[in-house]
Nanobody, 122 residues
């Protein structure tokens, strides 16, 4: 069992940076691949980024590639999402998720955090 808690969201202006954190409980954190997803009002949840258990494998959605960076610190049981050059279309609730496998789709993840709101004003 893994419990995930996101933090770091907020209201920011377009162009600035924000870093989200997701801290997990449990001693097997390093066994899980981790992903970030987001859901904007009236839209379906979408994949943002994923990182393998070792950090050697990383994948980004095209919409955030070059602007967002996912990383993890297994010693701190934490995964990060550094978001640069934020745009109004990045506004969404951001969720972190964990899986014992690997995937770019929500159904491939077993554990989810409660989400953190990111609002980007123009």
């Amino acid at each position: 069992q893994v419990q995930l808690v996101e933090s770091g969201g907020g209201l920011v202006q377009a162009g600035v940076s924000l870093r989200l954190s997701c801290t997990a409980s449990g001693r097997t954190f390093s066994s899980y691949a981790l992903g970030w997803f987001r859901q904007a009002p009236g839209k379906e949840r979408e994949f943002v980024a994923a990182i393998s258990w070792s950090g050697a494998r990383i994948f980004y959605a095209d919409s955030v590639k070059g602007r967002f960076t996912i990383s993890r610190d297994n010693a701190k049981n934490t995964v990060y999402l550094q978001m640069n050059s934020l745009k109004p279309e990045d506004t969404a609730v951001y969720y972190c998720a964990a899986t014992t496998g690997w995937g770019l789709h929500g159904y491939e993840y077993d554990y989810w955090g409660q989400g953190t709101q990111v609002t980007v004003s123009s």
